[in-house]
């Protein structure tokens, strides 16, 4: 049992490439999320998904795409960095989201950095 | 949208001594509460949550925390910190399908 693996660790792009951040689940988890990290401001949601096919927006979606097209994965998608995305991004999933087996589990975080 | 206040951005603790860190969350709705620890350069774990019932959460580590609906806060305690209590500690509200964390509060112990 894995839990919740992130791919890469690290990342360096230049401002204007596209990039996908690669997040998949063992636990036959619903849902799904991604956060990024920004220092002082916490844990900030992107996207999440209450199942496959299933996404919606959260706090800051804006620059960032998503889909869900099987249970296990969720995939981040950046179509033209920008610096202002430099962030540690965090993928979590849950048995689902706004019952009472809503852990979330947390992967290892990907550091990217937009120069 | 739901805001969760986390009012202390550091605290320094000597070793052995008590800790309380501050969690405020602004729905007057159902929610569930949540603590969560992340150690450096690693994932966040939970520490705690409040789903139901009793209002005194105990969590792992010897952490616990109480809910307070009338004043909606969330107040996570420990009795005696450990060096290996140092890390960031992020408050966290469930509402409906979206999980809004704190800014998180860095606890530092001192030897």
């Known amino acids: 049992n894995a839990g919740v693996t992130q791919t890469p660790k690290f990342q360096v792009l230049k401002t204007g490439q596209s990039m996908t951040l690669q997040c998949a689940q063992d636990m036959n988890h619903e849902y799904m999320s991604w956060y990024r990290q920004d220092p002082g401001m916490g844990l900030r949601l992107i996207h999440y998904s209450v199942g496959a096919g299933i996404t919606d927006q959260g706090e800051v979606p804006n620059g960032y795409n998503v889909s869900r097209s099987t249970t296990e994965d969720f995939p981040l998608r950046l179509l033209s960095a920008a610096p202002s995305q430099t962030s540690v991004y965090f993928c979590?999933?849950?048995?689902?989201?706004?019952?009472?087996?809503?852990?979330?589990?947390f992967g290892p975080g990907t550091r990217l950095t937009v120069l | 949208a739901q805001s969760v206040t986390q009012l202390d951005s550091q605290v320094p603790v000597f070793e052995e001594a008590p800790v309380e860190l501050r969690c405020n969350y602004s729905s007057s709705v159902s929610v569930y509460l949540f603590w969560y620890v992340q150690y450096p350069n690693q994932g966040l774990q939970l520490l705690l949550k409040y789903l139901s019932g009793s209002t005194l959460v105990k969590g792992i580590n010897g952490f616990e925390a109480e809910f307070n609906k009338s004043q909606t806060s969330f107040h996570l305690r420990k009795p005696s910190v450990h060096i290996s209590d140092t890390a960031e500690y992020f408050c966290?509200?469930?509402?409906?399908?979206?999980?809004?964390f704190g800014t998180g509060t860095s606890l530092t112990v001192i030897p």
């Open positions: 966290a509200v469930n509402t409906g399908n979206q999980f809004y």
């Open positions: 979590a999933s849950s048995y689902s989201g706004g019952s009472a087996y809503n852990e979330q589990f």
